[in-house]
């Protein structure tokens, strides 16, 4: 299992622009100050339980986060397109999913699956990891995938504002980022990659001038100490330089069915999801954003400079 | 939604024994006195939701019910297989599923889905109910599907010990039932069949004189009380009669997951499942089995005189 190389493999996504970048910032064209602080408060695993819906979709009402992702391939799919049918304004996103990685709950791909068997693990799901699924999936069989799910967000009326990566899948070979691009470029979509000092060259060339690229991201990681969980939220606020910051939270109650779901599997688990939840919602956090003069964004504002 | 159509179609689905009726009674083949009343206390839908797993596990583990059946194209199928190598005398036969009938919280079949489009509703998703799945599943669709979901199962190291249908939608149409018998034959697996006094002729002739037919079946429907539901089980077993019968039971923990997933449907709900487990686990219960000389046995049982 291997959630947390998410922050790696997004390192990876893109590093510093190259020559083509736009002359205005984000936030000009946006239509704030050059230099201001832009925050995405994003919530990731929409869909994969009812518990993560039950905290995100809270957390969303409260504006304590600004956007979110949801796995289509997930069981509670249903339940997050209810919400957004409730919510047109809500700022949701797909969190394209190649990787069904818990032990003891387990889901399949959209597409049928003869036209995917590469996505497939023996038992028929997806791959419990990324570097088995990387080292299987073919290029047009994860194409194939993504438009299956995108196709099936939209006939149940979600309406994404973004695209991102279940687990950083897509952004772990060039091969697979490579459809990643191609499909959000197609549907006209901004999609989650980030400025990093390490971008392979061949990640980059694929990228065109008027993507949008982000210039930093927070995740909590196995590192930390939960006794310091919202510190490290609070620390990460008055460290934000100018430019656009994504935080990603995993937001869940900590409760029999999210306990189950993580079982054996305490980072990203129930107790780490309702500490993200605690953390995005207490007063300190908020008071850091305020005191920071923090801008919160969405992915639509993004999405509409692509328009 | 017709969980509660299971109970007529059930009816359906054998009268009263033929010529060809084995001359010693079950009771007897399986070394009890003729007039013996057997009783199998069977829990529905496992896999369903961690909660029904979790209640069902308990039950089965203070044998207080003595078998249950498996919804294979469900998300928590390896938390059941887990708990099936944990325990490899439980009694677990395959719930075979080819609805997904809750409003937020869905699944898809276990075979490609371009292999078996007619058990598709227009979502992806297994039909919402016995009506439009009976209208419109191929029988040899739904004999591909079960057979996967057979396959399946085993893959997983889970050995059925008999057959039964979820919502009764293998009992609703001759072409149907037809699939069922010819696959549980094959698999030498005893499958759900049970006397009624309106069974066609066209689903008795496709049973063999090897075939064992269940002489009653317990289930709570919504006419009963909530306040009346445990009195409804005891004056059931008071009431058994010489033969086979089995009590039927859905049990859940009324917690967060199951409200969510049975949510807008009371009947078969979350308070439902866990009034069914407050009941079996209750002393009434258990007392009324000593006092009726209730017989309890398994399918593995009844299993063993098909060899």
Known sequence: ?????????????????????????????????????????????????????????????????????????????????????????????????????????????????????????????????????????????????????????????????????HMGTLFAKPELFAVYVKVAHEYKLPFLAVRGPQAPAALLSMLSPSDIVLDSLVMADPSINSANWKNFYTTAIQNLKPGVTEIIVHLGHDDAELQAVTIDHPDYGAAWRQRDYDAVTSPEFKQALEQNHIILIHWKDLKKLLQ
Request: hydrophobic residues 40%; glycine residues 4%.
């Open 1 to 165: 299992m291997s959630l947390n190389q998410i922050s790696i493999a997004l390192l990876i996504a893109a590093s510093s622009l190259p020559a083509f970048a736009q002359t205005k910032t984000i936030a000009e064209r946006l239509g704030y100050p050059p230099d201001s602080k832009l925050l995405i408060i994003h919530a990731d695993d929409l869909a994969v339980a009812h518990s993560e819906d039950a905290a995100s979709f809270d957390v969303l009402d409260k504006h304590a986060a600004t956007s979110a992702s949801i796995m289509v391939p997930c069981p509670w799919l249903t339940e997050v397109a209810a919400y957004a049918k409730d919510h047109p304004d809500a700022d949701l996103g797909l969190h394209l999913t190649l990787t069904a990685e818990w032990k003891s709950y387990r889901w399949g791909p959209v597409e049928s699956k003869d036209r995917v068997p590469t996505l497939l693990d023996p038992s028929g799901n997806l791959w419990p990891d990324v570097e088995p699924a990387v080292r299987n999936i073919k290029p047009d069989e994860a194409e194939r995938e993504i438009r299956a799910q995108i196709a099936r967000a939209e006939s149940m009326g979600i309406h994404p504002t973004h695209l991102d990566s």
